[in-house]
């Protein structure tokens, strides 16, 4: 069984490794980018099995990289974390409304993440 | 007759210590990103950068602020963000819970926040984490409040990482200052 990839979009090097660490404790393979444009190109290229967005970033929020992820067919279905230091409900809303999945508030706890993401990749990355 | 078997316990057991590693790993994990970024900082700027995101993503605050200490004993900011944290605002050595922490050369943790029995000149205040190298004292970041979702900071918990931050980023500002003071040939292209 292929490994599940997995896109991290984040402009904090701090954050980038920190997620990076948490998923190369697990047989996920990771690619990365630093703006939510730039998430958008990397994530039509590779078509990864899940996606975790920051929110607050240059060029493009990761609410509007949300909106054009979903408006791409090939990235429809894919799941979309929003990874944000906000846990406002009116942000909340607005990352539902943007068409993420899930919510992940930062500081990121491994646990709480890596729960997150194997009930929607089941069996993770195991080959 | 037997003795009924007591298969529960080291179940129980086996679940504690595993819950307990886990915990551990995600301290080891805070410390590990935090000393990587604070190292890999060359110059005043990045290590400044690499301060403000720490304090951001692995401790968990919006409303902080970064000062150095000048040599007429003055706490005086250099950066922030947050209603508190972006306010120039400068401070002296020994005075009032933020330049006594500094002074002492230690971390100070409010641990009575929730009580609001702590406070800066009416400001909250949770924390104080003084840069020190050897015996030079470079400054200190404060935290002002932490994010409304996570835990208010503790010694116990938050203890640590935030030593580690204070000894790294005093590091990572030296070496800045260093090498902005140093501009000989050899070391740039080195």
Redesign the interface.
């Known amino acids: 069984m292929a490994r599940k990839k997995i896109l991290v979009v984040d402009d904090s090097p701090t954050s980038l490794l920190w997620q990076q660490l948490i998923l190369r404790s697990e047989p996920f393979d990771v690619i990365t980018a630093t703006d939510g444009d730039e998430g958008v190109r990397v994530a039509q290229a590779e078509q990864p099995d899940l996606v975790l967005l920051d929110v607050v970033m240059p060029r493009m929020n990761g609410f509007d990289a949300c909106r054009a992820m979903r408006s791409d067919p090939g990235l429809r279905d894919i799941p979309i974390f929003l990874v944000t230091t906000r846990s406002e409900m009116n942000n909340v809303t607005a990352g539902y409304e943007s068409g993420c999945t899930e919510f992940v508030t930062k500081p990121i706890d491994k646990v709480e993440l890596l729960a997150k993401i194997h009930s929607y990749l089941p069996g993770g990355g195991a080959a | 007759m037997t003795a009924p078997l007591d298969v529960d316990t080291p179940i129980a057991d086996l679940s504690r210590r595993l819950a307990a590693a886990?915990r551990e790993?995600?301290e080891l994990?805070?410390l590990?990103?935090?000393a990587?970024?604070l190292g890999e900082s060359t110059t005043t700027r990045a290590a400044l950068a690499?301060i403000r995101?720490?304090i951001?993503?692995?401790?968990?605050s919006?409303d902080f602020a970064i000062y150095v200490v000048e040599p007429d004993g003055a706490i005086r900011w250099v950066s922030g963000m947050g209603c508190f944290g972006a306010v120039s605002r400068h401070f002296k050595l020994e005075e009032g819970p933020l330049g006594k922490a500094v002074a002492a050369r230690s971390v100070y943790v409010a641990e009575e926040m929730q009580a609001g029995l702590d406070h800066l000149d009416g400001w909250p205040f949770a924390a104080a984490v003084p840069f020190v190298l050897g015996d030079r004292l470079l400054g200190a970041f404060a935290i002002f409040r932490t994010?409304?979702?996570?835990e208010p900071l503790t010694m116990r918990a938050d203890g640590e990482v935030l030593r580690l931050v204070g000894v790294q980023a005093a590091a990572a500002l030296a070496i800045g200052d260093l090498l902005a003071r140093d501009t000989s040939p050899d070391l740039v292209t080195a």
């Open positions: 886990e790993n995600d994990l805070k590990v990103v935090a990587r970024q690499a995101d720490i951001v993503t692995v401790i968990g919006e994010l409304p979702h996570r």
